[in-house]
Every structure is written in C-alpha cells, then in structure tokens.
C-alpha cells in the first residue's frame, strides 16, 4: 500500500520480556543500533555455551562415552530444527560452518571448483557484502591458474535496495551457471527474493542466497525461495560468532566435493584419490565449534519463542517509524532502501548520509550522545569514494521511544552542521 496521512502505524511494542533476556541491555545506557552488524546475546545462549565448557566438554562424533555421544546427538536434534527453522526438507542439507564467509567460500570451492569449465558466468551483486563477492572473484583467480577462465559479472540494484531482475535476465546467457544475491541487503535493507524470475530462467542455473541479514529477522523459507545455496550467519541471529549454516539442497549433493578434508570428514580413499562421502559430513571435517553449534540451538529457541512473524512485524514498524522521522531532516539523504520503495516496506535496516559531516563523524557524534550505530562504506567493495553512510539496524530489543530520541539527535547535529 501507499502510506497517506490517515494510514495508521503499525505497534512496535516488543513483549515485555525482550530486553530482561539480554543481559547486556539491562543496564546500559547506550542504544543499540547496530544489530545487522551483530545481535546481542541472550541469556540462554550465553548459559548454554558455559555449560559445555564447565560441565563435561566432550567432542562429537567420535567417543563412545555418554558426554560424547550425549553431544553427538544433541547436535543431531539442533541439525533437524534447524532445517525446520530454514524451511530445508531434509537434516543433510544443513551444514554447520564457521560463519556466512566460510560457507560462502565452501560453495565457491566445494561446488566451483569442479563444476564450472571455460567460459563459465557466475550473476552477483557487485554491491552486496564483500563475503558474497570476493569469493567469486577468487575462484576466478584459482580456476585462471589451470586454464579455465570463468566471468563474475555484476548485476544492478534498483532504488528500492533490491536486485534488479531485469539487469539479471538481460546479462543470463547459455553459460551462466550460479545467481547469487544478498536476500536482504546489509547496507539498504531491500529484500530480493528473485521471485519475479522463476519459470524464466533455465532450471538447471542455481541460487544462491546470503540470507545473513534474513536469518533471525524475518521468516526465510529457502525451499520457498528455490535455493539451490542459502547461507547464515548465528551472530546476526542471536547466535554465538563464528558459527555459520550453509544450505546445500539434495539436487546439488552429487556436484560437490570435500571443503576441508580430514578428521571426521565424509570422505573414503582409494586408489584415485578421495572418494566423496555423504552429506553434511562431506562439508564439515574436523572438530565443529561445537559451543557455538549448542549455543545456535538455543538462539533458534528464543527466536522461536518471539515468533519470528512478530520480529518482522516489529522491526518493519520500527524502519517505518524512523524513515518517517529522518525524511523531514534537512540535507539528509537515504541511501537505496525501504525509504524509495513504491509501498510501505522495512526490514529493521535504514542508511543514509548527512551534508556537513561526514559519516565517520556523524558516527562519532551519534555514539558520545549514546547511539551505537555503524558508519563507513559495511563491507561493500564497490564503494570506493571513502564517503559511506550512517547505517542504523533494529532487533526485537529496541523501542519505538529510542527511535524517536535517536530522530531528535540525528536533528538537532543537522542543524548544527548546516
């Protein structure tokens, strides 16, 4: 819809019990703003990643003993509900990683490697977050070495912060073999969802969505979304650092090869070399950071416990709420975003600049006035002018009041720099 004067707000209330379950809000008096950075914890992760250090550490996998095979299949049961929680079909599509630029990477080397041959195109978004870009450019580098020369080639965004479909079906060619995109951008807060490009492309061509700003936000269905890859990151969703889940459908299983061959892997030797094993051992060699696999399981629990609807619903009013109150602002500009959309729109993630000051300033301003917030270019490789923007990402925690008191600041140096 078109918002006018009499369409009402969405609430923004949060439950009363959100912010009781980070501990690190309680007593802060800075507001935080920067969860498409990082979330805060909750206290059920941070209580389950100290019992596994102080009540029977144990690998998985391995031992025989009950601490061992107590942890084996508890990593089992959070492998299931994660697949439940992602919407994949089935536990062997679920491979636990070190976070999203570790999956990214698994799937430019586990299924790249092999599967693309000379003149091989790969679609990406040239503005997307650096670990969803220079992957491929690397891979192209790598494959150059032995002869096979591959083409990342950058696709557009529109105004809105979403891929722009039809810059992607006029660069599709007979060779183009992967499109991967941000499902919900990092820097504008548009979600692409590529719908508008199903039944027109050739089936065999496969997708690949970062869903690291998606994940614990907002529902992500990757077998809605036709993903053949989905990758996500726990910090961003209430999880532990260095964690990551990277989805590998069934139809790709057969066309991937060992990412990190060793202890634990699903691989055979034989006289060739090594024989590729099942799914999802195939991906994880080694110890996994079993605390923060425990700690995931506990994050989806509290997601779950808000309703992942009701994050959506929350953040999208706290997005609309704040791009109503900074529109006014003289010299501000948004970046793409929810703020140039058609229709009422906001996934918890606003950008924009501010003249007179420059974002690091701005930044600097906003943090000794107590708004944490993140400022310079977020990791995108195409901004090269060095001027960034002021980035401002929202959870379940944060309240409609700090969004307004956040407007009133961002106001008020506005009319000091101007």
């Known amino acids: 819809m078109t918002r006018t004067d009499e369409t ?59 601490w061992a095979t107590g942890l084996t299949a508890r990593i089992a049961r959070i492998r299931e509900r994660t697949a439940a929680f992602i919407g994949a079909e089935h536990p062997d599509e679920v491979v636990f990683t070190a976070g999203a630029t570790a999956a990214l990477n698994a799937v430019a080397l586990s299924w790249g490697l092999t599967a693309l041959a000379d003149g091989d195109e790969i679609l990406y978004n040239a503005s997307d977050h650096a670990s969803n870009v220079y992957p491929w450019q ?102 532990a650092p260095g964690t990551g889940i990277l989805y590998c459908h069934r139809r790709v299983h057969d066309r991937l090869v060992p990412f990190l061959p060793g202890g634990n892997s699903g691989i055979a030797t034989d006289p060739g070399g090594l024989r590729p094993g099942p799914m999802p051992a195939l991906l994880e060699g080694g110890t996994p950071d079993i605390p923060g696999i425990l700690a995931l399981g506990s994050a989806l629990e509290v997601l779950e416990s808000f309703g992942m609807d009701v994050i959506a619903a929350h953040n999208r009013a706290l997005t609309l709420r704040l791009i109503d109150g900074l529109r006014p602002i003289p010299g501000l500009e948004f970046l793409p975003g929810p703020a140039h959309a058609a229709c009422e729109v906001g996934y918890g993630i606003v950008s924009f600049t501010l003249d007179g000051i420059s974002a690091t300033d701005a930044g600097f301003v906003l943090s000794e006035l107590g708004f944490l917030v993140r400022t310079g270019a977020h990791c995108v490789p195409a901004d090269t002018d060095g001027a960034g923007s002021v980035r401002v990402s929202t959870h379940i925690y944060n309240t409609p009041d700090e969004i307004d008191r956040f407007v009133a600041c961002v106001r008020t140096i506005a009319e000091e720099v101007t």
């Open 8 to 66: 009402p707000r969405p609430s923004a209330t949060p439950p009363v019990a959100a912010r009781a379950l980070f501990p690190a809000l309680a007593c802060a008096t800075e507001v935080y703003l920067d969860s498409a950075a990082t979330t805060q914890k909750p206290l059920p992760v941070i209580e389950t990643i100290q019992r596994y250090h102080s009540n029977g550490t144990a690998n998985v996998g391995r031992g025989t003993y009950p």
């Open 138 to 239: 690397h891979l192209r580098g790598l494959l150059a070495r032995f002869g096979r020369r591959i083409h990342p080639i950058p696709y557009r965004t529109t105004a809105a912060g979403e891929a722009d479909t039809d810059d992607i079906l006029a660069k599709i060619t007979p060779r183009t073999r992967l499109i991967t995109t941000g499902h919900l951008h990092h820097v504008f807060g548009g979600l692409s969802t590529l719908e508008e490009l199903r039944g027109r492309i050739d089936p065999a061509i496969l997708l690949c969505f970062d869903c690291s700003q998606s994940g614990g936000h907002l529902p992500v269905d990757v077998t809605a979304l036709g993903a053949d890859f989905a990758i996500f990151a726990a910090h961003k969703m209430f999880g």
